[in-house]
């Protein structure tokens, strides 16, 4: 059973930092990439940062300079580092992860963790 969990959000002042986690478990042989996305209330679900198993990053143009993608594979886990927070990132955040299972990619959501930034 394959599972994705995130951690780590919570509520920040305005210029203050977070890290988001988010762990991939269960039956796959590799990751492909992860990626974290968020959504706002009354908004679309966007694409924050990805982070492919070469290692190739990318960003959102609003994040870059505030936001670091990393990841551990021996853990199985991305992380999200989030400094200099705007009030405009508070969202939910979700993980979503590429997973090969029998030579196939799978996509799976986290459950999502709520970020708010006060002004």
């Known amino acids: 059973q394959v599972q994705v969990a995130e951690s780590g959000g919570g509520l920040v002042q305005a210029g203050g930092s977070l890290r988001l986690s988010c762990a991939a478990s269960?039956?796959?042989?590799?990751?492909?990439?992860m990626s974290w996305y968020r959504q706002a209330p009354g908004k679309q679900r966007e694409l924050v940062a990805s982070?492919?198993?070469?290692?190739?990053?990318t960003y959102q143009e609003s994040v870059k300079g505030r936001f670091t993608i990393s990841g551990d594979n021996a853990k199985n886990t991305v992380y999200l580092q989030m400094n200099s927070l705007e009030p405009e990132d508070t969202a939910v955040y979700y993980c979503?992860?590429?997973?090969?299972?029998?030579?196939?990619?799978?996509?799976?959501w986290g459950q999502g963790t709520q970020v708010t930034v006060s002004s």
């Open positions: 979503y992860a590429n997973l090969v299972i029998n030579t196939r990619e799978y996509g799976y």
């Open positions: 269960g039956g796959f042989s590799s990751i492909n990439a």
């Open positions: 982070i492919r198993s070469g290692g190739r990053v």
